[in-house]
């Protein structure tokens, strides 16, 4: 097992959130790295640019004093994903905050650059490289990143098209190092699937939405408990990128999910969908096929409690055969 050095010893269950736009926030980053899983968020959901500051000093505060009152609990560490994408421009701002609070784990999506791996390495910290086939994984290890987030069929939000079976098997068989395996992971049978296949860690995002915690509608959250993979559309119309959304939102912005028209890629706008008048992520909700796992709204801790019990259960079955 690949696990990075800064993860060891430090996890309830081998796996990290996936950092979900808008609806992940320090509450819920916080409640994950308590529960025993990376908390993650992305960059961009702290708005205006000067609240990122704000939001990584109460996360790494507030985790520092737990670990110091609860000495033998397992505390993860938390990640900041960046968008890459020349689309950004916020990046250098926000990679300078990362710096500045010596974020230990950065996600980094949408393009690989030499120049922030560099930065998160100036000051220990690490580097996962989100990735949908075998060719940008390459780019992705050439170009300094420490580690790959295999993002498979099914995934929430923009997700890749492969086969989970095939793109860990291609990838592993030249990299050895952190792998990571997102896509339709709801349960703890398929965290300990995902292992058995190659990967070293789960990368979950769907079900925290339906967390007290999140910063989403409580009809989105009562949806991801409601609705199952056949509710799900995977379509590139909402921001120029290819993602899975949650049917009934698009119906309720008056569009038929079953006949949605090609954007054009050139006219990306990953962050607020602005190639429609509904707005990706707000409007329109994005998730994973995963979400036939998810029966309820709930806490963190109950979701990773869950993951847990059920982690362990499908162990004792693999060992009892």
Known sequence: MAIPEILKDRLSIPAVAAPLF???????????????????FPALNARPAEQLDD?????TEELDDYKA????KKVA???????????????????????????????????????????????????????????????AIRKGADGLIAVAAGAGGHAGTLSPFALIQEIREWFDGPLLLSGSIANGGAILAAQAMGADMAYI?????????????????????????KDIVYTNLFTGVHGNYLKPSIENAGMDPDNL?????????????????????K???????????????????????????????????????
Not at 103 to 117: C, D, H, K, M, Q
Not at 268 to 275: H, K, P
Not at 284 to 302: L, Y
């Open 283 to 321: 409007d329109i909700w994005g998730c994973g096929q995963g979400i036939g796992a998810v029966k309820s709204v709930g806490s963190t801790q109950e979701l990773v409690e869950r993951l847990v019990r059920e982690y362990g259960e499908a162990r004792d079955r693999v060992l009892a055969t």
């Open 205 to 229: 995002g769907s079900p925290f939405i339906a967390t007290h915690e999140a910063r989403a509608s409580d009809e989105y959250k009562q949806a991801i408990a409601d609705y199952s993979a």
């Open 55 to 59: 939001w990584l000093s109460e996360i």
């Open 77 to 139: 560490p938390f990640a900041v994903n960046q968008i890459v994408h020349t689309s950004n421009n916020r990046l250098e701002h926000d990679l300078k905050m990362c710096v500045k609070h010596k974020v230990p784990i950065v996600i980094t999506s949408l393009g690989a650059v030499p120049e922030v791996n560099d930065a998160v390495h100036s000051y220990g910290g690490i580097v996962l490289h989100d990735i949908i086939n075998n060719r940008h994984a390459n780019s």
């Open 261 to 281: 028209p090609e954007s054009d890629p050139s006219a990306m706008d990953f962050a607020s969908g602005g190639n429609t008048d509904a707005k990706a992520w």
């Open 22 to 40: 808008i609806i992940s926030n320090p509450q819920l980053v916080i409640a994950q790295c308590k529960a025993g899983v990376v908390g993650s």
């Open 69 to 72: 009152k609860n000495p033998n």
